[in-house]
């Protein structure tokens, strides 16, 4: 650990579509900031998105990656990049935040959080030690994998209605659990209802334990009550994300999943803090939004700081 350096201006972390958008306008704005993220490669959650983005202004991409490598390209011509480097916490306790980044302390006059979301999990045994083998989060990605064997989706919500579809597109017998009642649009509800391969659950129907066999694996189920074991090939879950927290974060206010509340221009509840994206509690999680809630954070820490 090293000593703590003074930062006058903006600290951005996350190079995803929302801090990438802010550090392009920081720079527009002539604002001083330094920009973090945790891999050596921007675009955040894009770069695991298989579907095609056609509801970003400007192209139309093949997938999450495609858009990614855009984004890439277009920070190369302004020669801008973040520095490789993990947030590992913040101390809000009193004055200016305080972040460790791979064990070095830096203070900001204001810090951009842009960590987005991650897959949440199930915590069931079997669950961590089989993703990426007999557990999957993305049928976009893994379905030839499955290709006309029985797999089951967990989740009720459009994701998971879209995983079981697509599995069952590619020759998949499927059964989708969920625990409580689908909250998935209509058109997937209709879908799935219609589609002689994908077999609902009774709800609630609830995953206790995942264990390998030779085949795929067997999952223990609470089905309404009773215990019930199934075997599949694969199974695939998608229950929706959590926002990427780290230590510190608990005093910013929050909704009731942790996602952190905001104002129009993506003030937290410190002064001194903002987040932007997905990682906050909005409606819409999209490029678009994320876009324009990078824009705004640092349109404001360009006010506040006064540069504009
Ligand atoms: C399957 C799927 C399909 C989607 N399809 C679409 C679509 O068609 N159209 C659309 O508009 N949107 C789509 N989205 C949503 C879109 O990908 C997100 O809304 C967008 O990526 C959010 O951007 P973000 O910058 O807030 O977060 P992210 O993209 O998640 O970026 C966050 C960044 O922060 C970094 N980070 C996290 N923690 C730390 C840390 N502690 N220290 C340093 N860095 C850290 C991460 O490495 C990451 O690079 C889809 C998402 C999924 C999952």
Known sequence: MTGRPQ????????????????????????????????????????????????????GLYRNGMDLAQALERHLQDRSLSPTEATLESIDLSGGPPILTLDGELFTASRVILALGTRYRTLDVPGEAEGLGKWVSQSAMADAPRFAGRGVAVVGGGDAAYENALRLARQGCSVKLLMR?????????????????????????????????????????????????????????????????????????????????????????????????????????????????????????????????
């Open 180 to 308: 409580s009642e689908p909250r998935a649009r209509v058109s997937f509800l209709r879908a799935v209802e219609e589609h002689p391969a994908i077999e609902v659950a009774p709800v609630p129907t609830v995953v206790n334990e995942i264990e390998p066999t030779v085949r795929g694996c067997v999952l223990s189920l609470d089905r309404a009550g009773e215990p019930q074991r199934m075997e599949v090939a694969g199974l695939f879950v998608r229950i929706g994300v959590d926002p990427l927290v780290v230590d510190g974060m608990r005093p910013l206010r929050s909704d009731r999943e942790g996602f952190l509340l905001v104002d129009d221009d993506g003030r937290t509840s410190h002064r001194q803090v903002f987040a932007v994206g997905d990682i906050t509690s909005r409606p819409l999680r999209s490029v678009a939004t994320a876009v324009g809630q990078g824009a705004l954070a640092a349109q404001a820490c360009a006010r506040e700081l006064n540069f504009l």
């Open 7 to 58: 930062g006058l201006g903006v600290t951005v972390i996350g190079a995803g579509p929302a801090g990438l958008s802010a550090a392009l306008w920081l720079h527009d704005f002539d604002v001083p900031f330094s920009w973090f993220e945790a891999t050596s490669a921007v675009g955040g959650t894009l770069r695991r998105v298989h579907n095609r983005i056609k509801n970003y202004p400007g």
